[in-house]
């Protein structure tokens, strides 16, 4: 079956420090890649996604993706982090081109000290 | 412009009642796509509406059904109530169903079975 993993569960940063959140699906075939945030008390956003091109994704507040299809990995990257980037953030992938049934890893909760 | 809305944002109740969860998509969106959250799990997709019918299913029991009204709003129905479906219930709507569409998720409504 398809899965993604998250590999930290919890992650604590001071500000300024660089961010890297590890995500890797299981899917041989063609994938569609995203990045959602969830921060305290507010909805799952779109952070941003890939789906074909330049495998390097940039998304809004800073952050971007890079897709390694040889090592079916998608992870988030910002180089200096901020209290207001403190949030849960999930990683989830639409195999085979299709749309609905994202599948999404058990997300990365951030905590971001000032 | 409003965005992904559902109702009610809470919900009590007891083993083997029955439960309807209601959501209204962002404007100029025709899909509804409904994922159960459970405590400190990503999503898990439920099913997919499109056209007032059943698209896509994720691996859930019969006791999990839904539909889509014309005007492109969605209810999900859960029978026969387990302690297990205690959770966050996210609808999610997009346009159509290309993969390249972003999905946008409501806040949810979190049910609690006791």
């Known amino acids: 079956a398809q899965s993604v993993s998250q590999h930290n569960h919890h992650v604590i940063l001071s500000e300024a420090a660089s961010l890297e959140l590890g995500c890797n699906y299981s899917y041989g075939g063609t994938v569609n890649l995203f990045w959602y945030v969830q921060y305290p008390g507010q909805h799952l956003q779109l952070l941003l996604k890939y789906f074909s091109g330049d495998p390097l994704v940039k998304g809004i507040k800073g952050f971007e993706a890079e897709f390694i299809k040889s090592k079916f990995s998608f992870n988030l990257r910002k180089p200096s982090v901020q209290w207001s980037d403190t949030a849960e953030y999930f990683c989830a992938v639409t195999p085979g081109g299709s749309q609905g049934n994202l599948i999404f890893g058990k997300g990365t909760k951030l905590s971001v000290k000032p | ?114």
Request: aromatic residues 12%; charged residues 20%.
């Open chain 2, 1 to 114: 412009d409003a965005g992904v809305t559902q109702s009610p944002t809470h919900l009590i109740k007891t083993r083997g009642q029955q439960v309807t969860l209601r959501c209204s998509p962002k404007s100029g969106h025709d899909t509804v796509s409904w994922y159960q959250q459970a405590l400190g799990q990503g999503p898990q997709f439920i099913f997919q509406y499109y056209e007032e019918e059943e698209r896509q299913r994720g691996n859930f029991p019969d006791r999990f059904s839904g539909h889509q009204f014309p005007n492109y709003s969605s209810e999900l129905n859960v029978n026969a109530l387990l302690l297990g479906d205690s959770a966050l219930y996210l609808c999610a709507s997009s346009r159509g169903l290309a993969g390249e569409e972003t999905q946008y998720f409501g806040p949810g409504t979190r049910l609690l079975v006791l």
